[in-house]
T-cell receptor
């Protein structure tokens, strides 16, 4: 059975700290790994990673994928209160005419002023 | 606005009832996916449709059904509702999974 495991499940830090969120996976027909940020409602897209070892960056956020060890990390530097959210890791798969996403349970990140 | 429209935003109904959730995908997207998000289970895949045809089923209960219409909008029907069906239901769409998935803002279902 496909599995995506995120850790930690919950994290409380102070503004300005750097955080690292982890995602490991066991998914057949792997195509890519995606990170989403979920605040009040819909998950919003952050990154899509398809190749190992290539870091993707967007401002203070960055992410990298290791396809040999089957994990990814999401780093957030100089955290701000607006970074408080649930961060979701999802693995995109395809096969047999179907495709979709398998999600982890998410990391609930709280940034304290 | 992501371009994926879900209605209604909130729904409160009694146990045993039936409800219909609606999703209009982003313009040009042929695939629609339904997910259920509860506090303890995270986002669980329910079902995928592509251009009107069912493509994949996930953890969808037999009391639940879905369809995609010729105009590509989709409906998720939930019947004989139980308290445990209370959750956020998301619809996502894609033109091709290779280019990612766009989520709607969800329908919060509360069964009382």
């Amino acid at each position: 059975e496909d599995k995506v495991v995120q850790s930690p499940l919950s994290l409380v830090v102070h503004e300005g700290d750097t955080v690292t969120l982890n995602c490991s996976y066991e998914v057949t027909n792997f195509r890519s790994l995606l990170w989403y940020k979920q605040e009040k409602k819909a998950p919003t897209f952050l990154f899509m990673l398809t190749s190992s070892g290539i870091e993707k960056k967007s401002g203070r956020l960055s992410s990298i994928l290791d396809k040999k060890e089957l994990f990814s990390i999401l780093n957030i530097t100089a955290t701000q209160t607006g970074d408080s959210a649930i961060y979701l890791c999802a693995v995109a798969y395809s096969g047999g005419g179907a495709d979709g996403l398998t999600f982890g349970k998410g990391t609930h990140l709280i940034i304290q002023p | 606005d992501s371009g994926v429209t879900q209605t209604p935003k909130h729904l409160i109904t009694a146990t045993g009832q039936r409800v219909t959730l609606r999703c209009s995908p982003r313009s040009g997207d042929l695939s629609v996916y339904w997910y259920q998000q509860s506090l303890d289970q995270g986002l669980q895949f329910l079902i995928q449709y592509y251009n009107g045809e069912e493509r994949a089923k996930g953890n969808i209960l037999e009391r639940f059904s879905a369809q995609q219409f010729p105009d590509l909008h989709s409906e998720l029907n939930l019947s004989s509702l139980e308290l445990g069906d209370s959750a956020l239901y998301f619809c996502a769409s894609s033109v091709s999974g290779y280019y990612g998935y766009t989520f709607g803002s969800g329908t919060r279902l509360t069964v009382v």
